[in-house]
C-alpha cells in the first residue's frame, strides 16, 4: 500500500473506530500520541510513515487477532503500535502527549444529558 494511500485510510477511519472502542483500548493514550505525532507538520516524513502504518494496522478490519475478540483484540494491534512507537518515540513530543489526553478525557466523559 503507498504511503498516500496508506495516510488517507488512516485518517478517514482512525476516529470512527477510536470512538466506538475506547472504552476497549488500554493503550488509547499512546495511539492518541501516535496519531498527533503523525498528523503534526513539523513530524518527518519517515516518522509518519511509520507511525501511519502503525494506525493503519488498528483500523484494518482483518489483522492477527481479530478486534471482537475480548481481552485479547487488541493485543497485536498495540504490539505493532509499541514496535513503531520505540523506532520513532523521540518524535512524540510532550504537545502531542498532551493533546492525547484532552481528548482521550472528552471521549470518556459522557455528555450532560440536557434537562
Not at 49 to 58: D, E, I
Not at 92 to 104: E, N, P, S, V, W
Amino acid at each position: 500500500m503507498s504511503d498516500d494511500r496508506t495516510e488517507t485510510l488512516v485518517r478517514e477511519g482512525f476516529w470512527p473506530k477510536l470512538t466506538r472502542n475506547v472504552a476497549r483500548i488500554p493503550f488509547a493514550d499512546e495511539l492518541l500520541a501516535a496519531w498527533y505525532c503523525a498528523t503534526d507538520a513539523a513530524t518527518p516524513f519517515k516518522v509518519k510513515a511509520t507511525l501511519f502504518g502503525a494506525l493503519a494496522y488498528f483500523i484494518m478490519p482483518f489483522d492477527v487477532i481479530p478486534d471482537v475478540i475480548l481481552a485479547l483484540g487488541f493485543t497485536d494491534d498495540m504490539a505493532v503500535l509499541m514496535g513503531a512507537i520505540g523506532l520513532v518515540r523521540s518524535h512524540i513530543t510532550q504537545a502531542h502527549r498532551d493533546r492525547a489526553k484532552a481528548a482521550l478525557d472528552e471521549l470518556r466523559t459522557p455528555p450532560v444529558a440536557a434537562g
